[in-house]
């Protein structure tokens, strides 16, 4: 049955352990540092995609990555790259894939955002439209079938997604076979340019989960703490046998739907609404009130310091040459080491 585990203003912030709360404030510092970066050099035409960004969303997301363990699965999308960060995705492998290096996890082949490595459970991206989530279904599946324990399966969606047949045939299944799926939406109050309100008749996004006989838990996606204790108790939950929990965050991209795109749509009031705070924002002034001002001043200055010395290793990296390279997804001729074995 759905629980609303009480609204933003019923729920006081968690009482967190330091380093889980160094490991989401860097997460969220990396991925706002980095895609700052990514912005830019969209802008001055290094990037030959587009460029998608989670800014506004990056305490949600990293809430995610810092409450999964070894072993768990997460797939991530578009506006997922503090959960990437803070799940263990080195911080090379996203400028690698945007600035094409043949060194990067998609060998220079992809541009932005389908990364993937499965050797650390992350599944690459297929589309930011619900397809993630009957993968993860999958994976779980093929878990329980193997006689796997423990592991849970998070995925990220954002409200549009939540209409498409993919999310209702993956969450429906999910929920028959009790699997231990986290799926954390971040509910941004538009698709692209679309409303809400043009996009489904319910009133609040967490009524899906008791259509689907699941738990659901609902938060102001805004206050990286809060999302830290719900997403940490979804995923606990999940752990400990409850079956799927739906996360739904409420929050707004601070950005366009990518970098091509100014967001001008967004309803001014929205934007003017506790909605649209910035979580970095909310996080840093927890942090000075806690007198930790200094702490978050230096894993920012770390976070700039990383991401100008990764983009300059990799800008002196190598790019795909089609002309000596048969132009294959993911492995180049020449290079079939990294063909898995048959
Ligand atoms: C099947 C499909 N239809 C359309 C698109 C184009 N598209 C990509 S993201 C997006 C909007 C997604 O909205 P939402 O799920 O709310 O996520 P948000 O962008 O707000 O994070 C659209 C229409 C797509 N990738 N796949
Ligand atoms: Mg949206």
Partial sequence: MA????????????????????????AMLRARTVEDKLASLYRAGRIVGGVYLGKGQEGLSAAGGVSLKQGDVFAPLIRDMAG?????????????TYLGSRMGPMK????????????????????HLGAMLSATVG?????????EKGGVGLTC???????????????????????????????????????????????????????????GHGLDGTDPELCLEVVGRAVQRARDGAGPQLVVGRLLRLCGHG??????????????????????????????????GRDWEKWKEEAQREV???VAEVSAEPVPDPFEESWRATVTEGATEALPEE
């Fill in 108 to 127: 220079g082949r992809d541009g932005n955002i389908h990364r993937g490595d499965l050797s650390r459970g992350i599944l690459p991206m297929i589309s």
């Fill in 3 to 26: 629980t609303r585990t009480a609204g933003p203003k019923a729920m006081s912030a968690p009482h967190l352990k330091t380093d889980i709360t160094e490991n989401l404030g860097r």
């Fill in 259 to 292: 970098e091509h795109d100014d967001g001008r749509y967004v309803d001014e009031k929205l934007r003017s609404s506790s909605r649209g705070r910035d979580c970095l924002v909310v996080m840093e002034e927890k942090m000075k009130g806690r007198g930790r």
């Fill in 84 to 96: 990437r960060l803070a799940f263990g995705e080195p911080l090379i492998d996203a400028v690698r």
């Fill in 308 to 310: 100008e010395e990764v």
């Fill in 139 to 147: 994976v779980l599946f093929a878990k329980r079938m193997r006689g």
């Fill in 157 to 215: 969606v954002g409200d549009g997604a939540t209409s498409t047949g993919s999310f209702h045939e993956g969450l429906n299944l999910a929920a028959v076979e009790k699997l231990p799926l986290v799926t954390v939406v971040a509910d941004n109050g538009y698709a692209y340019s679309t409303p809400n309100q043009r996009q489904y008749a319910c009133t609040d996004l967490l009524e899906r989960a008791k259509g689907y006989g699941i738990e």
